[in-house]
């Protein structure tokens, strides 16, 4: 099992970036397919991106060009570098997991929160025009 801890949300104006640190401990010498999700207020968790154990990455058509995953696994963390952040990018954000053996696929797709297993406790983020 990993356990999951986000860090960095807060309140951005429009136009503003923001960096969200997802902290991974537990077992993690095991491969695992890593996501950020988010829900806004009313609305189903969506994925946001993914970062596949091998580093490559797919985003939500939403934050293409805006959003960046990336991880640092020596030091066991995930990161989602946020640019260019409007209104609607409000919500509570996720980091999530599963273990890359158990899924055929580390990609951003409808559906994806059903495979993830561990999940952290969530970030809020605020975006004020």
């Known amino acids: 099992q990993v356990r999951l801890a986000e860090a960095g949300g807060g309140s951005v104006q429009a136009g503003g970036s923001r960096k969200l640190t997802c902290a991974i401990s537990?077992?993690?010498?095991?491969?695992?397919?890593l996501a950020w999700f988010r829900r806004a207020h009313g609305t189903e968790r969506e994925a946001v991106a993914a970062?596949?154990?091998?580093?490559?990455?797919s985003y939500a058509d939403f934050v293409k060009g805006r959003f960046t995953i990336s991880k640092y696994i020596s030091g066991n963390f995930m990161y989602l570098q946020m640019n260019f952040l409007k209104p609607e990018d409000t919500g509570t954000y996720y980091c999530?997991?599963?273990?890359?053996?158990?899924?055929?696929?580390?990609?951003?797709?409808?559906?994806?929160?059903?495979?993830?297993?561990?999940w952290g406790q969530g970030t809020l983020v605020n975006i004020s025009s």
């Open positions: 537990g077992q993690t010498q095991v491969s695992y397919c």
């Open positions: 999530a997991a599963v273990r890359r053996s158990l899924t055929p696929t580390c990609v951003v797709k409808a559906g994806m929160s059903d495979t993830m297993d561990f």
């Open positions: 970062i596949d154990r091998d580093g490559s990455t």
